[in-house]
């Protein structure tokens, strides 16, 4: 059974930090691109980072300097470390593997909240 599962959100003041881990199981995900996405009331899901299985990054400007992501290929974990977290932060976070060449899949964690008070 193919499992992308979340954990880590929470609530936390303005400043503070979080980590969200997720961990990808039940397939190959060789070449897949994973990342964190997160969603707010009203809003469209953005992308927050991402790293390629090469070990490339990608970061949403807003989070950049603040957000550090890190995957661990062996594990098929990937990590999201938030320091200087803001209200504007505050969202739905989920973890997305996705492959962009055959096999080609797209997969979603369940979502965990994070939740940044003023």
């Known amino acids: 059974q193919v499992q992308v599962v979340e954990s880590g959100g929470g609530l936390v003041q303005a400043g503070g930090s979080l980590r969200l881990s997720c961990a990808a199981s039940?397939?190959?995900?060789?070449?897949?691109?994973m990342g964190w996405y997160r969603q707010a009331p009203g809003k469209q899901r953005e992308l927050v980072a991402s790293?390629?299985?090469?070990?490339?990054?990608d970061y949403a400007d807003s989070v950049t300097g603040r957000f550090t992501v890190s995957r661990h290929n062996g594990k098929n974990t990937l990590d999201l470390q938030m320091n200087s977290l803001k209200p504007e932060d505050t969202a739905v976070y989920y973890c997305n593997v996705r492959r962009q060449w055959l096999p080609r899949y797209t997969l979603w964690g369940q979502g965990t909240q994070v939740t940044v008070s003023s």
């Open positions: 790293v390629t299985s090469g070990g490339i990054t």
């Open positions: 039940g397939r190959d995900f060789s070449g897949s691109i």
